[in-house]
Protein backbone atom coordinates (compact mmCIF):
# COMPACT_ATOMS: atom_id res chain seq x y z
CA UNK A 1 0.00 0.00 0.00
CA UNK A 2 0.98 3.31 -0.46
CA UNK A 3 1.22 4.44 3.46
CA UNK A 4 3.78 1.53 3.91
CA UNK A 5 5.62 2.47 0.94
CA UNK A 6 6.23 5.87 1.68
CA UNK A 7 8.68 5.16 5.03
CA UNK A 8 11.00 2.79 2.47
CA UNK A 9 11.19 5.72 0.23
CA UNK A 10 12.33 8.44 3.05
CA UNK A 11 14.58 5.80 4.37
CA UNK A 12 16.02 4.86 0.96
CA UNK A 13 17.26 8.04 -0.53
CA UNK A 14 16.98 10.93 2.15
CA UNK A 15 16.27 12.01 5.42
CA UNK A 16 12.96 12.42 7.05
CA UNK A 17 11.49 15.71 5.87
CA UNK A 18 10.61 16.82 9.10
CA UNK A 19 7.48 18.74 8.52
CA UNK A 20 4.69 18.28 11.01
CA UNK A 21 5.75 16.05 13.89
CA UNK A 22 2.60 13.66 13.12
CA UNK A 23 3.54 10.47 14.19
CA UNK A 24 4.27 7.96 11.23
CA UNK A 25 2.34 5.06 12.02
CA UNK A 26 -1.23 5.08 11.24
CA UNK A 27 -2.44 1.97 12.27
CA UNK A 28 -5.74 1.90 13.41
CA UNK A 29 -5.82 -0.33 16.47
CA UNK A 30 -8.32 1.60 18.17
CA UNK A 31 -10.87 4.12 17.20
CA UNK A 32 -11.76 7.19 19.19
CA UNK A 33 -14.99 8.04 21.03
CA UNK A 34 -17.37 10.05 18.88
CA UNK A 35 -18.99 11.36 22.07
CA UNK A 36 -16.18 12.85 23.73
CA UNK A 37 -17.76 12.95 27.15
CA UNK A 38 -20.97 14.47 28.16
CA UNK A 39 -22.36 17.36 26.15
CA UNK A 40 -22.28 20.37 27.79
CA UNK A 41 -26.22 21.78 28.69
CA UNK A 42 -27.65 22.95 25.90
CA UNK A 43 -27.94 27.16 24.99
CA UNK A 44 -31.63 28.57 26.91
CA UNK A 45 -31.92 31.22 23.63
CA UNK A 46 -35.73 31.41 23.11
CA UNK A 47 -38.13 33.72 22.04
CA UNK A 48 -38.83 37.18 24.09
CA UNK A 49 -42.01 38.16 24.75
CA UNK A 50 -43.34 41.07 22.27
CA UNK A 51 -40.58 40.60 20.37
CA UNK A 52 -41.24 41.64 16.41
CA UNK A 53 -41.79 39.85 13.58
CA UNK A 54 -38.08 40.39 12.16
CA UNK A 55 -36.46 39.38 15.72
CA UNK A 56 -37.97 36.21 15.34
CA UNK A 57 -36.84 35.09 12.13
CA UNK A 58 -33.32 36.44 13.47
CA UNK A 59 -33.20 34.43 16.64
CA UNK A 60 -35.12 31.03 14.69
CA UNK A 61 -32.33 31.51 11.88
CA UNK A 62 -29.68 32.01 14.81
CA UNK A 63 -30.75 28.74 16.24
CA UNK A 64 -30.59 27.01 13.34
CA UNK A 65 -27.12 26.22 13.94
CA UNK A 66 -26.83 24.59 17.41
CA UNK A 67 -24.57 21.53 17.86
CA UNK A 68 -25.77 20.63 20.81
CA UNK A 69 -29.69 20.63 19.98
CA UNK A 70 -29.97 17.75 17.37
CA UNK A 71 -33.80 18.16 16.85
CA UNK A 72 -33.58 21.55 16.94
CA UNK A 73 -35.74 21.65 19.44
CA UNK A 74 -34.88 25.93 20.50
CA UNK A 75 -35.01 26.58 16.75
CA UNK A 76 -38.53 24.94 16.51
CA UNK A 77 -39.80 26.98 19.40
CA UNK A 78 -39.67 30.39 17.17
CA UNK A 79 -42.15 28.45 14.76
CA UNK A 80 -46.60 28.32 15.21
CA UNK A 81 -47.03 24.94 16.88
CA UNK A 82 -48.61 23.47 13.96
CA UNK A 83 -44.65 23.93 12.00
CA UNK A 84 -43.02 22.66 15.12
CA UNK A 85 -43.54 18.98 14.10
CA UNK A 86 -43.28 19.42 10.19
CA UNK A 87 -40.33 21.71 9.87
CA UNK A 88 -37.79 18.97 7.84
CA UNK A 89 -34.19 20.26 9.38
CA UNK A 90 -32.81 17.02 7.79
CA UNK A 91 -31.37 19.90 4.58
CA UNK A 92 -29.40 22.53 4.58
CA UNK A 93 -28.95 25.90 2.41
CA UNK A 94 -25.35 26.85 2.73
CA UNK A 95 -25.20 30.69 2.36
CA UNK A 96 -22.06 33.45 2.43
CA UNK A 97 -24.69 35.82 4.19
CA UNK A 98 -28.09 36.45 5.00
CA UNK A 99 -29.90 39.59 5.88
CA UNK A 100 -33.34 39.41 7.72
CA UNK A 101 -35.62 42.44 6.48
CA UNK A 102 -38.66 44.16 8.37
CA UNK A 103 -41.88 42.33 7.88
CA UNK A 104 -44.39 43.27 4.97
CA UNK A 105 -47.91 44.31 7.00
CA UNK A 106 -49.85 43.26 3.89
CA UNK A 107 -48.62 40.14 3.41
CA UNK A 108 -47.12 39.35 6.88
CA UNK A 109 -44.40 38.21 4.98
CA UNK A 110 -40.20 39.02 6.22
CA UNK A 111 -37.75 38.75 3.50
CA UNK A 112 -34.53 36.90 3.83
CA UNK A 113 -31.82 37.96 1.41
CA UNK A 114 -29.73 35.14 1.18
CA UNK A 115 -26.23 34.60 -1.32
CA UNK A 116 -26.82 30.93 -1.56
CA UNK A 117 -23.45 29.01 -2.59
CA UNK A 118 -24.65 25.36 -1.98
CA UNK A 119 -26.20 22.05 -0.37
CA UNK A 120 -26.16 19.69 1.68
CA UNK A 121 -28.45 16.82 1.28
CA UNK A 122 -29.93 14.41 4.49
CA UNK A 123 -26.78 12.23 3.95
CA UNK A 124 -23.96 15.22 4.81
CA UNK A 125 -22.99 15.70 1.07
CA UNK A 126 -22.01 18.88 -0.07
CA UNK A 127 -23.17 20.53 -3.71
CA UNK A 128 -22.20 24.19 -4.57
CA UNK A 129 -23.93 26.44 -6.56
CA UNK A 130 -23.96 25.01 -10.21
CA UNK A 131 -21.81 27.67 -12.11
CA UNK A 132 -21.35 29.07 -15.45
CA UNK A 133 -18.44 26.79 -17.29
CA UNK A 134 -15.02 27.28 -15.27
CA UNK A 135 -16.53 27.24 -11.82
CA UNK A 136 -18.83 27.28 -8.89
CA UNK A 137 -21.29 30.24 -8.60
CA UNK A 138 -23.40 32.09 -5.88
CA UNK A 139 -26.57 32.83 -6.31
CA UNK A 140 -29.12 36.16 -4.72
CA UNK A 141 -32.03 34.94 -3.42
CA UNK A 142 -34.73 36.29 -1.03
CA UNK A 143 -37.17 34.03 1.07
CA UNK A 144 -40.22 34.72 2.39
CA UNK A 145 -41.28 34.15 5.79
CA UNK A 146 -44.77 33.79 6.39
CA UNK A 147 -45.36 35.52 10.08
CA UNK A 148 -48.38 34.17 12.38
CA UNK A 149 -49.66 35.89 15.95
CA UNK A 150 -49.83 32.44 18.52
CA UNK A 151 -51.51 34.03 21.93
CA UNK A 152 -50.25 37.47 20.79
CA UNK A 153 -46.87 36.55 20.45
CA UNK A 154 -44.94 36.61 16.19
CA UNK A 155 -44.06 32.77 15.13
CA UNK A 156 -43.18 31.41 12.08
CA UNK A 157 -46.32 29.78 10.15
CA UNK A 158 -44.25 28.73 7.02
CA UNK A 159 -40.33 28.45 7.13
CA UNK A 160 -39.74 26.95 4.46
CA UNK A 161 -37.51 23.67 3.48
CA UNK A 162 -34.49 22.72 5.59
CA UNK A 163 -31.91 25.04 7.37
CA UNK A 164 -30.32 28.20 6.75
CA UNK A 165 -25.92 27.84 7.57
CA UNK A 166 -23.60 30.15 6.94
CA UNK A 167 -20.51 28.58 4.80
CA UNK A 168 -18.02 29.41 8.03
CA UNK A 169 -20.34 26.69 10.12
CA UNK A 170 -18.84 23.73 7.36
CA UNK A 171 -14.97 23.01 8.33
CA UNK A 172 -12.80 20.20 8.89
CA UNK A 173 -12.05 21.26 12.20
CA UNK A 174 -11.98 24.59 14.46
CA UNK A 175 -15.22 26.26 16.34
CA UNK A 176 -17.58 25.52 13.36
CA UNK A 177 -20.51 23.43 13.86
CA UNK A 178 -20.71 21.14 11.14
CA UNK A 179 -17.46 19.25 10.69
CA UNK A 180 -16.20 17.26 8.28
CA UNK A 181 -17.38 13.34 9.10
CA UNK A 182 -16.02 11.19 6.80
CA UNK A 183 -17.34 7.85 5.93
CA UNK A 184 -14.00 5.15 4.88
CA UNK A 185 -14.96 2.53 1.97
CA UNK A 186 -13.00 0.00 0.51
CA UNK A 187 -11.26 1.01 -3.11
CA UNK A 188 -12.17 -1.04 -5.90
CA UNK A 189 -9.77 -3.57 -5.53
CA UNK A 190 -9.98 -3.74 -1.70
CA UNK A 191 -6.33 -2.63 -1.22
CA UNK A 192 -7.27 0.61 0.98
CA UNK A 193 -9.60 2.95 2.04
CA UNK A 194 -11.63 5.63 0.50
CA UNK A 195 -13.06 8.85 2.35
CA UNK A 196 -15.99 9.69 1.86
CA UNK A 197 -16.85 13.15 2.95
CA UNK A 198 -19.88 14.62 5.18
CA UNK A 199 -20.91 16.92 7.39
CA UNK A 200 -22.73 17.04 10.06
CA UNK A 201 -23.22 19.58 13.19
CA UNK A 202 -24.05 15.80 15.27
CA UNK A 203 -21.80 14.62 18.22
CA UNK A 204 -22.03 11.94 20.89
CA UNK A 205 -24.34 9.25 20.48
CA UNK A 206 -26.06 10.63 17.66
CA UNK A 207 -23.37 11.09 15.46
CA UNK A 208 -22.73 7.49 16.41
CA UNK A 209 -26.14 6.66 14.81
CA UNK A 210 -25.99 8.99 12.62
CA UNK A 211 -22.40 7.40 10.81
CA UNK A 212 -24.01 4.06 10.82
CA UNK A 213 -27.21 4.86 9.22
CA UNK A 214 -24.39 6.82 6.26
CA UNK A 215 -22.38 3.29 5.87
CA UNK A 216 -25.65 1.35 5.70
CA UNK A 217 -26.72 3.45 2.86
CA UNK A 218 -23.29 3.24 1.15
CA UNK A 219 -20.97 5.53 -0.87
CA UNK A 220 -22.40 8.71 -2.03
CA UNK A 221 -23.24 8.62 -5.75
CA UNK A 222 -19.66 9.95 -7.69
CA UNK A 223 -18.06 7.12 -5.41
CA UNK A 224 -19.83 4.38 -6.67
CA UNK A 225 -18.02 3.36 -9.28
CA UNK A 226 -14.92 3.77 -6.74
CA UNK A 227 -15.40 2.13 -4.45
CA UNK A 228 -17.14 -1.19 -2.20
CA UNK A 229 -20.10 -1.55 -0.33
CA UNK A 230 -19.94 -2.94 2.99
CA UNK A 231 -20.22 -7.29 2.82
CA UNK A 232 -23.77 -8.56 1.49
CA UNK A 233 -23.91 -11.06 4.21
CA UNK A 234 -23.91 -8.25 6.98
CA UNK A 235 -27.90 -7.26 7.74
CA UNK A 236 -27.73 -3.61 7.74
CA UNK A 237 -31.49 -3.35 8.36
CA UNK A 238 -30.23 -4.96 12.15
CA UNK A 239 -27.56 -2.99 12.59
CA UNK A 240 -26.80 -1.09 15.86
CA UNK A 241 -24.20 0.99 17.73
CA UNK A 242 -23.46 2.08 21.05
CA UNK A 243 -20.91 4.31 22.80
CA UNK A 244 -20.08 3.61 26.21
CA UNK A 245 -16.30 2.71 27.18
CA UNK A 246 -16.00 2.34 23.58
CA UNK A 247 -17.50 2.26 20.22
CA UNK A 248 -20.03 -1.28 20.29
CA UNK A 249 -21.39 -2.07 16.45
CA UNK A 250 -23.86 -4.99 16.13
CA UNK A 251 -24.02 -6.11 12.52
CA UNK A 252 -25.60 -9.10 12.25
CA UNK A 253 -24.04 -11.25 9.57
CA UNK A 254 -20.35 -9.93 10.51
CA UNK A 255 -19.19 -13.73 11.93
CA UNK A 256 -19.55 -15.10 8.44
CA UNK A 257 -17.03 -13.28 6.77
CA UNK A 258 -13.60 -15.20 6.12
CA UNK A 259 -10.43 -13.49 8.49
CA UNK A 260 -9.84 -10.63 6.04
CA UNK A 261 -12.63 -9.44 5.13
CA UNK A 262 -13.24 -8.85 8.93
CA UNK A 263 -10.31 -7.67 8.96
CA UNK A 264 -11.10 -5.11 6.25
CA UNK A 265 -14.09 -4.42 7.58
CA UNK A 266 -12.54 -3.57 11.37
CA UNK A 267 -10.39 -1.17 9.03
CA UNK A 268 -13.65 0.64 7.82
CA UNK A 269 -15.79 1.19 11.29
CA UNK A 270 -12.05 2.42 12.93
CA UNK A 271 -11.38 5.03 10.88
CA UNK A 272 -15.17 6.16 10.28
CA UNK A 273 -15.75 6.36 14.23
CA UNK A 274 -12.67 7.50 14.72
CA UNK A 275 -14.21 11.10 15.47
CA UNK A 276 -12.51 12.91 18.41
CA UNK A 277 -9.81 13.04 21.26
CA UNK A 278 -10.45 9.87 23.07
CA UNK A 279 -9.32 7.08 22.19
CA UNK A 280 -11.31 3.97 22.73
CA UNK A 281 -11.57 0.09 21.68
CA UNK A 282 -14.09 -0.76 19.10
CA UNK A 283 -15.99 -3.80 19.07
CA UNK A 284 -18.19 -5.91 16.47
CA UNK A 285 -20.51 -8.57 17.57
CA UNK A 286 -23.06 -10.64 15.48
CA UNK A 287 -25.80 -12.06 17.28
CA UNK A 288 -23.99 -10.21 20.90
CA UNK A 289 -20.91 -12.50 19.80
CA UNK A 290 -17.69 -10.91 19.44
CA UNK A 291 -16.36 -11.00 16.16
CA UNK A 292 -12.66 -11.50 15.97
CA UNK A 293 -10.00 -9.49 13.22
CA UNK A 294 -6.50 -8.92 12.95
CA UNK A 295 -5.39 -5.90 14.83
CA UNK A 296 -2.08 -5.93 14.04
CA UNK A 297 -3.25 -5.69 10.27
CA UNK A 298 -5.93 -2.99 10.26
CA UNK A 299 -5.87 -1.18 6.84
CA UNK A 300 -5.19 2.66 7.54
CA UNK A 301 -6.38 5.43 5.58
CA UNK A 302 -5.02 5.58 2.19
CA UNK A 303 -2.25 8.91 2.30
CA UNK A 304 -2.46 9.23 6.56
CA UNK A 305 1.77 8.40 6.97
CA UNK A 306 2.75 11.90 6.88
CA UNK A 307 5.49 13.61 5.80
CA UNK A 308 6.91 11.76 2.72
CA UNK A 309 10.34 13.70 1.37
CA UNK A 310 9.88 16.64 -1.44
CA UNK A 311 12.14 17.36 -4.39
CA UNK A 312 12.04 20.15 -6.67
CA UNK A 313 14.32 21.03 -9.79
CA UNK A 314 17.09 22.97 -10.04
CA UNK A 315 18.73 23.92 -13.84
CA UNK A 316 17.35 20.78 -15.60
CA UNK A 317 18.79 18.10 -12.23
CA UNK A 318 16.87 16.85 -9.58
CA UNK A 319 17.50 18.13 -6.21
CA UNK A 320 16.11 16.35 -3.13
CA UNK A 321 14.46 18.69 0.10
CA UNK A 322 17.84 19.92 1.46
CA UNK A 323 19.59 21.25 -2.08
CA UNK A 324 21.66 17.85 -2.51
CA UNK A 325 21.19 16.45 -6.05
CA UNK A 326 19.86 12.65 -6.43
CA UNK A 327 21.87 9.99 -7.34
CA UNK A 328 22.37 8.93 -10.43
CA UNK A 329 21.15 10.65 -14.12
CA UNK A 330 18.62 12.11 -12.67
CA UNK A 331 20.67 14.32 -10.43
CA UNK A 332 22.68 15.75 -13.67
CA UNK A 333 21.50 17.89 -16.03
CA UNK A 334 20.75 14.81 -18.51
CA UNK A 335 17.53 15.13 -18.83
CA UNK A 336 16.91 18.83 -19.10
CA UNK A 337 13.72 18.61 -16.67
CA UNK A 338 11.11 21.01 -16.42
CA UNK A 339 9.09 19.04 -13.65
CA UNK A 340 8.66 15.76 -12.19
CA UNK A 341 6.70 13.06 -9.87
CA UNK A 342 7.83 10.26 -7.84
CA UNK A 343 6.77 7.35 -6.61
CA UNK A 344 8.00 4.03 -5.13
CA UNK A 345 8.24 1.23 -7.02
CA UNK A 346 5.76 -1.39 -5.80
CA UNK A 347 8.78 -4.38 -6.24
CA UNK A 348 9.81 -3.48 -2.84
CA UNK A 349 13.50 -2.86 -3.94
CA UNK A 350 13.37 0.80 -2.49
CA UNK A 351 14.24 2.15 -5.89
CA UNK A 352 11.80 5.19 -6.71
CA UNK A 353 9.47 5.19 -10.10
CA UNK A 354 10.31 8.81 -11.69
CA UNK A 355 8.05 10.69 -14.34
CA UNK A 356 9.67 13.95 -16.01
CA UNK A 357 8.55 15.98 -18.50
CA UNK A 358 11.61 18.28 -21.18
CA UNK A 359 10.93 20.90 -22.98
CA UNK A 360 12.93 21.47 -26.66
CA UNK A 361 12.44 23.84 -29.42
CA UNK A 362 9.16 24.96 -27.57
CA UNK A 363 7.51 21.50 -27.25
CA UNK A 364 7.33 18.75 -23.81
CA UNK A 365 7.57 15.78 -23.66
CA UNK A 366 6.85 12.82 -20.64
CA UNK A 367 10.02 10.66 -20.07
CA UNK A 368 9.40 7.84 -17.29
CA UNK A 369 11.31 5.19 -15.98
CA UNK A 370 13.10 4.96 -12.35
CA UNK A 371 15.78 6.92 -10.91
CA UNK A 372 18.51 4.78 -10.64
CA UNK A 373 17.78 3.42 -14.17
CA UNK A 374 17.07 6.56 -16.19
CA UNK A 375 14.30 7.57 -18.41
CA UNK A 376 13.04 6.95 -21.50
CA UNK A 377 10.25 8.68 -24.08
CA UNK A 378 6.68 7.37 -22.79
CA UNK A 379 5.19 7.78 -26.62
CA UNK A 380 3.11 10.78 -26.13
CA UNK A 381 3.49 13.41 -29.31
CA UNK A 382 5.50 16.28 -28.15
CA UNK A 383 3.48 18.95 -26.92
CA UNK A 384 2.44 21.32 -24.33
CA UNK A 385 1.93 19.00 -21.28
CA UNK A 386 1.64 19.81 -17.70
CA UNK A 387 3.78 18.40 -14.79
CA UNK A 388 2.88 14.17 -14.24
CA UNK A 389 1.24 12.82 -11.62
CA UNK A 390 1.47 8.96 -9.99
CA UNK A 391 -1.69 7.01 -9.65
CA UNK A 392 -0.88 5.16 -6.19
CA UNK A 393 -0.03 1.36 -6.24
CA UNK A 394 -0.74 1.50 -10.49
CA UNK A 395 2.77 2.11 -10.78
CA UNK A 396 0.81 4.42 -13.53
CA UNK A 397 1.62 8.05 -14.64
CA UNK A 398 -1.14 10.43 -15.53
CA UNK A 399 -0.55 13.84 -17.62
CA UNK A 400 -2.29 16.30 -19.43
CA UNK A 401 -1.48 17.55 -23.64
CA UNK A 402 -3.94 20.01 -24.59
CA UNK A 403 -7.48 18.90 -23.95
CA UNK A 404 -6.43 15.21 -23.49
CA UNK A 405 -5.47 13.09 -20.49
CA UNK A 406 -3.21 10.63 -20.88
CA UNK A 407 -2.26 7.31 -18.49
CA UNK A 408 0.94 5.83 -19.06
CA UNK A 409 2.00 2.39 -17.52
CA UNK A 410 5.57 1.39 -17.20
CA UNK A 411 6.57 -0.52 -20.32
CA UNK A 412 3.03 -0.06 -22.27
CA UNK A 413 2.09 2.69 -24.48
CA UNK A 414 0.22 5.81 -23.44
CA UNK A 415 -3.60 5.23 -23.73
CA UNK A 416 -6.43 8.70 -23.54
CA UNK A 417 -8.45 8.17 -20.55
CA UNK A 418 -12.33 8.95 -21.33
CA UNK A 419 -13.53 12.64 -19.63
CA UNK A 420 -16.64 14.60 -20.16
CA UNK A 421 -15.98 17.63 -19.88
CA UNK A 422 -19.41 18.90 -20.86
CA UNK A 423 -19.91 22.66 -21.59
CA UNK A 424 -16.06 22.85 -21.22
CA UNK A 425 -14.63 19.84 -24.15
CA UNK A 426 -12.56 22.89 -25.26
CA UNK A 427 -10.53 23.30 -22.17
CA UNK A 428 -7.03 23.30 -22.16
CA UNK A 429 -5.34 21.04 -18.91
CA UNK A 430 -3.40 22.99 -17.00
CA UNK A 431 -2.65 20.60 -13.99
CA UNK A 432 -3.25 17.29 -13.26
CA UNK A 433 -3.00 15.24 -9.68
CA UNK A 434 -4.40 12.39 -8.79
CA UNK A 435 -5.64 12.04 -4.90
CA UNK A 436 -3.71 9.87 -2.06
CA UNK A 437 -5.84 6.95 -2.26
CA UNK A 438 -6.34 6.91 -5.91
CA UNK A 439 -9.89 6.92 -6.08
CA UNK A 440 -10.21 10.96 -7.02
CA UNK A 441 -8.63 12.86 -10.06
CA UNK A 442 -8.57 16.95 -9.89
CA UNK A 443 -7.61 19.08 -12.83
CA UNK A 444 -7.00 22.54 -13.88
CA UNK A 445 -9.12 23.38 -16.81
CA UNK A 446 -8.70 26.74 -18.93
CA UNK A 447 -11.25 27.20 -21.58
CA UNK A 448 -10.69 29.59 -24.17
CA UNK A 449 -12.43 32.80 -22.74
CA UNK A 450 -13.08 32.61 -18.85
CA UNK A 451 -11.08 31.86 -15.95
CA UNK A 452 -9.44 28.59 -15.08
CA UNK A 453 -10.92 26.08 -12.57
CA UNK A 454 -10.62 23.04 -10.57
CA UNK A 455 -12.56 19.88 -11.43
CA UNK A 456 -13.03 17.14 -9.37
CA UNK A 457 -13.91 13.69 -10.59
CA UNK A 458 -13.88 9.99 -9.68
CA UNK A 459 -11.40 7.88 -10.96
CA UNK A 460 -13.48 4.52 -11.54
CA UNK A 461 -11.39 1.09 -12.49
CA UNK A 462 -13.13 -1.95 -14.49
CA UNK A 463 -10.27 -4.29 -15.42
CA UNK A 464 -8.20 -2.55 -17.68
CA UNK A 465 -10.72 0.12 -18.38
CA UNK A 466 -9.87 3.24 -16.65
CA UNK A 467 -12.27 6.60 -16.78
CA UNK A 468 -12.96 10.00 -15.20
CA UNK A 469 -16.85 10.29 -14.02
CA UNK A 470 -19.22 12.83 -12.52
CA UNK A 471 -16.35 15.69 -13.38
CA UNK A 472 -17.31 19.06 -11.24
CA UNK A 473 -15.94 22.02 -10.82
CA UNK A 474 -15.22 22.83 -7.41
CA UNK A 475 -13.77 26.68 -7.07
CA UNK A 476 -15.59 29.60 -7.81
CA UNK A 477 -15.90 31.38 -11.40
CA UNK A 478 -13.77 34.51 -10.30
CA UNK A 479 -10.95 32.80 -9.95
CA UNK A 480 -8.41 32.17 -12.35
CA UNK A 481 -6.41 28.66 -11.07
CA UNK A 482 -2.71 28.29 -11.89
CA UNK A 483 -1.94 24.81 -10.14
CA UNK A 484 -3.26 22.29 -7.34
CA UNK A 485 -2.18 19.31 -5.25
CA UNK A 486 -3.82 17.23 -2.52
CA UNK A 487 -2.79 17.94 0.78
CA UNK A 488 -5.09 14.55 2.29
CA UNK A 489 -7.94 12.28 0.65
CA UNK A 490 -10.34 15.44 0.86
CA UNK A 491 -8.25 18.98 0.96
CA UNK A 492 -6.70 20.69 -2.04
CA UNK A 493 -4.31 23.66 -2.17
CA UNK A 494 -4.59 25.90 -4.86
CA UNK A 495 -2.98 28.76 -6.36
CA UNK A 496 -4.02 31.29 -8.81
CA UNK A 497 -5.28 34.75 -8.84
CA UNK A 498 -8.54 36.07 -7.42
CA UNK A 499 -10.38 39.27 -7.14
CA UNK A 500 -7.68 40.61 -4.53
CA UNK A 501 -4.42 39.49 -6.58
CA UNK A 502 -2.86 36.39 -6.62
CA UNK A 503 -3.40 33.84 -3.85
CA UNK A 504 -3.24 30.49 -2.37
CA UNK A 505 -6.16 28.63 -0.88
CA UNK A 506 -7.49 25.21 0.18
CA UNK A 507 -10.74 24.02 -0.06
CA UNK A 508 -12.76 20.27 -0.06
CA UNK A 509 -12.49 17.86 -2.68
CA UNK A 510 -16.65 18.09 -3.15
CA UNK A 511 -15.78 22.48 -3.39
CA UNK A 512 -17.08 23.32 0.67
CA UNK A 513 -14.95 25.30 2.99
CA UNK A 514 -13.16 27.59 -0.09
CA UNK A 515 -10.41 29.35 2.22
CA UNK A 516 -7.84 31.64 1.10
CA UNK A 517 -4.43 31.14 2.90
CA UNK A 518 -1.32 33.07 4.21
CA UNK A 519 0.79 34.25 1.40
CA UNK A 520 3.19 36.11 3.05
CA UNK A 521 6.89 35.92 1.72
CA UNK A 522 5.75 34.99 -1.17
CA UNK A 523 7.84 37.40 -4.00
CA UNK A 524 5.34 37.11 -6.65
CA UNK A 525 2.52 34.82 -7.91
CA UNK A 526 3.39 30.87 -7.35
CA UNK A 527 3.95 29.33 -10.64
CA UNK A 528 2.95 25.75 -9.43
CA UNK A 529 2.14 23.74 -5.34
CA UNK A 530 3.17 21.02 -4.25
CA UNK A 531 1.19 19.16 -1.34
CA UNK A 532 1.35 15.78 0.95
CA UNK A 533 -0.53 14.41 3.83
CA UNK A 534 0.96 15.92 7.14
CA UNK A 535 3.32 17.68 5.25
CA UNK A 536 3.83 21.73 4.40
CA UNK A 537 2.81 22.99 1.08
CA UNK A 538 6.40 24.13 -1.37
CA UNK A 539 5.55 26.50 -4.00
CA UNK A 540 8.13 28.17 -6.37
CA UNK A 541 7.61 31.46 -6.97
CA UNK A 542 9.93 34.33 -8.94
CA UNK A 543 12.52 31.47 -9.84
CA UNK A 544 13.02 30.22 -6.28
CA UNK A 545 11.16 27.61 -4.26
CA UNK A 546 9.25 28.56 -0.42
CA UNK A 547 7.91 26.39 2.13
CA UNK A 548 5.57 27.45 5.03
CA UNK A 549 6.51 27.74 8.12
CA UNK A 550 5.30 28.51 11.54
CA UNK A 551 2.26 29.00 13.61
CA UNK A 552 0.77 31.46 10.65
CA UNK A 553 2.08 29.30 7.64
CA UNK A 554 4.25 32.50 6.51
CA UNK A 555 6.32 31.51 3.22
CA UNK A 556 10.15 30.75 3.83
CA UNK A 557 13.63 29.21 2.10
CA UNK A 558 12.96 25.43 2.69
CA UNK A 559 16.43 25.15 4.06
CA UNK A 560 19.58 27.96 5.65
CA UNK A 561 19.77 30.37 4.92
CA UNK A 562 16.57 31.46 5.71
CA UNK A 563 16.41 34.81 4.35
CA UNK A 564 18.12 33.89 1.13
CA UNK A 565 15.75 32.44 -1.79
CA UNK A 566 16.89 28.92 -2.73
CA UNK A 567 16.88 28.77 -6.78
CA UNK A 568 14.73 26.12 -8.04
CA UNK A 569 11.18 25.41 -9.80
CA UNK A 570 8.33 22.54 -9.72
CA UNK A 571 8.25 21.39 -6.08
CA UNK A 572 7.21 17.79 -5.88
CA UNK A 573 6.39 15.40 -3.10
CA UNK A 574 6.68 11.72 -3.21
CA UNK A 575 3.72 10.14 -4.33
Known amino acids: MRATLLVFGAVAVL ?112 APVPGSPGGTASEAVTLSFVMKLVNGQWRIQVPGQGLIVRATELA ?13 FLDSAGRHLVADPRYTALTGPALAKWLLERLQEGPQQTLSNAVQKLPEQINLKAAEVTERSGVGIELPGSGQLDPDARTRLASQLANTFAQSAQPAPITITDGGRPVTYDKDHLLAAAGTLNNPPAFYILDGSLRQQNGDPVDGPLGLKTYGLTSAALALSPDGSGNFLVAGVTKAGGASTLLVGTLKGGLRKAGIPPGELTRPSWAPDQSEVWVGRGSTLYRVARAARPVAVPINLGPGSAAQIRAVRVSPDGARLVLVLAADQGPASAYVGTVARQGASVRVEALAPITPSNVDLTDIDWNDQTTLYAIGVGPSGYGVWSVQADGAAWTERNRQGLPAAPQTIAAAPGAVAWVSSNGGVFKQDGPNQTWVSPFQPLNATVVGRSPTYLE
Open 172 to 184: SSGSSAYKLRSLY
Open 15 to 126: ASAGCSGVPSSSRPEFVKSVGGGSPPPLPTSTPEAGADPASIVAGFLAANVNPLDAKHSTARQFLAPEQSAKWDDSTATVVDSYQVGSMNAATRTVPVSVVKIGMLTRQGVY
